[in-house]
């Protein structure tokens, strides 16, 4: 793919008024770990479920309008199949979604219910990047990938500005540190943009840590073969892009990886400590804060990135004693 310009802060924040202009800020959250007030972002409670929106809607309203009748090709398991739906919808847009077969249910459902079309691969043998491809340029649609684009990882990163003003507003000073879920990544770059004075801490789930390797050995590593099953479907990204990796490097990012048992028990921390339902790959980042992976401090913002969970797994995590 050719990157034809860079992602910035100024583009973040043009994100943010463009966010701020259709839908109200999504919630911060106080709860006290180990008696430190921590900032909790409830993506989670967007419209369509997760902070996917963002970027979505910052890059279909920078497609020329004359452009838009011949849509948009996503590739997403679900929350950012349903951030482009969602965006496509209000817009008026065509959308077509590239999903794996074994995707949840409930994500499958909901883009379907917000409009688009769409067309189911087998994660294991074929590429969805190579199926979406083709669709777009059978079409003429604008292939809009899930975190390889300055324009999504600018509209990520505007639920860190909300962030921030919100932590000033309730007198809790700027963000020193963020922890946020991580995939491809265009979240946490977004993050790493708008909090440029703030430690960024990036958490994957444990076999599908390739960020966290990649930023250690300051190069690009992929997962490794069979990867471990993960409930966070969210974050199977078998590898990142060139583009989050270098502005997560640039900002000195640091990782870690947290494991299937830390993860249930954080989904089962936000139900009952801040009413929320938290989706596995949205809770990553809470489960390394309570692990104690992520050092709990003054200033600390955890991202709770989704919460679109399937039902009956759900309940067996609030179930769960591990």
């Not at 300055?150 to 990163?157: D, H, L, T, V, Y």
Request: net charge neutral; charged share 20%.
């Amino acid at each position: 793919m050719t990157i034809l310009r860079q992602p910035t802060r100024a583009g973040v924040r043009d994100a943010a008024a463009k966010i701020a202009a259709i839908l109200p800020r999504s919630p911060l959250l106080v709860a006290e770990i180990q008696g430190v007030g921590v900032a909790f972002k409830a993506e989670s409670l967007q419209p369509m479920g997760a902070f996917k929106l963002r970027g979505a809607w910052h890059r279909l309203t920078a497609i020329d309008p004359e452009a838009r009748a011949k849509g948009v090709v996503a590739f997403s398991s679900g929350n950012h199949a349903q951030g482009v739906a969602w965006a496509a919808k209000r817009l008026g847009m065509p959308a077509l979604i590239v999903m794996p077969a074994d995707a949840p249910k409930s994500k499958r459902e909901g883009t379907l219910a917000l409009g688009a079309e769409v067309v189911t691969y087998n994660r294991r043998t074929e590429s969805r990047e190579k199926i979406a491809a083709e669709l777009a340029e059978a079409r003429g649609a604008v292939l809009v990938p899930s975190f390889d684009d300055p324009w999504i990882i600018e509209g990520q990163g505007s639920c860190a500005i909300e962030a921030a003003a919100q932590m000033s507003e309730m007198g809790l000073g700027s963000p020193t540190h963020a922890v946020v879920p991580c995939g491809g990544g265009g979240l946490s770059a977004g993050v790493a943009l708008a909090l440029p004075d703030a430690k960024v801490t990036i958490v994957e789930p444990e076999g599908w840590d390739d960020m966290t390797r990649s930023l250690a050995a300051s190069w690009i590593e992929e997962v490794g073969e069979n990867p471990p099953a993960t409930a966070c479907d969210a974050l199977q990204t078998t590898r990142v892009s060139q583009l989050t990796f270098d502005v997560l490097s640039r900002r000195d990012a640091s990782g870690v990886a947290v494991s299937e048992a830390e993860i249930r028990s954080a989904q089962r921390w936000a139900a009952e400590r801040l009413r929320l339902v938290v989706e596995p790959g949205g809770a990553v980042a809470l489960a390394a804060v309570l692990a104690g992976k992520v050092k709990v401090e003054p200033g600390l913002l955890v991202l709770l990135s989704g919460g679109n969970v399937d039902t009956a797994a759900y309940a067996g995590v609030l179930a769960g004693s591990d």
